[in-house]
């Protein structure tokens, strides 16, 4: 993820926790929000991931005109292509979000203006009966403040295995 200007508003940070579901006063009632140890509004521990919106080159993020992955289980307007080691009768596994973790550094509020700076992390593989070899790949990313400061690590972990488990095998 590159990000070079994410900025924090307080009716983000009040959409993201309704979004989720959390109606924590500390995301959307000042009053209150500066009785508890925040001492302010303060941003849910995920709201980072909205920084995806920001990113020009999210490949997650539509686009008007242009073909879009969709959220289904084919997407919408793409075809896959077998890689060069598979066989179109056994198409390629997708990358699948396997975990993810948030380290605060301090709590992330309104009037903050982050970017975003993502590198390569460990990468390592297991192996598995169903789907053969997993490859596991983690990204990390640092948010900064408009002072340069570090605010939140995040860490992404994602696997690929091997080959797709036939789902239709598997009930029963």
């Keep these: 993820m590159t990000v070079q200007r994410f900025p924090v508003e307080a009716s983000h940070i009040l959409m993201f926790a309704r979004a989720i579901g959390d109606e924590d006063p ?8 500066r009785q508890t140890e925040a001492d302010g509004i303060i941003a849910p521990p995920t709201f980072v991931a909205a920084g995806a919106q920001f990113d020009p080159n999210n490949r997650l993020r539509p686009r008007p005109g242009a073909p879009w992955m969709g959220s289904g289980k084919e997407p919408t307007s793409i075809k896959r292509s077998p890689s060069p080691s598979q066989s179109p009768a056994r198409p390629q596994s997708p990358a699948l979000h396997a975990e993810q973790h948030y380290e605060y550094h301090r709590h992330l509020r309104p009037g903050d203006v982050l970017t ?3 590198a390569p ?11 053969g070899k997993l490859r596991f790949n983690e990204s990390v990313t640092e948010y900064f403040d ?16 091997e080959r797709a488990i036939d789902s239709a095998a598997n009930k029963g």
Excluded at 122 to 131: F, N, P, V, Y
Excluded at 146 to 161: F, S
């Design 146 to 161: 408009q002072h340069g400061q570090l605010v939140i690590t995040a860490r992404h972990v994602g696997v690929v295995p």
């Design 116 to 118: 975003a700076k993502s």
């Design 26 to 33: 500390a995301y959307c009632d000042p009053e209150q929000a």
């Design 121 to 131: 992390g460990k990468t390592w593989e297991k192996d598995s009966k169903r789907a």
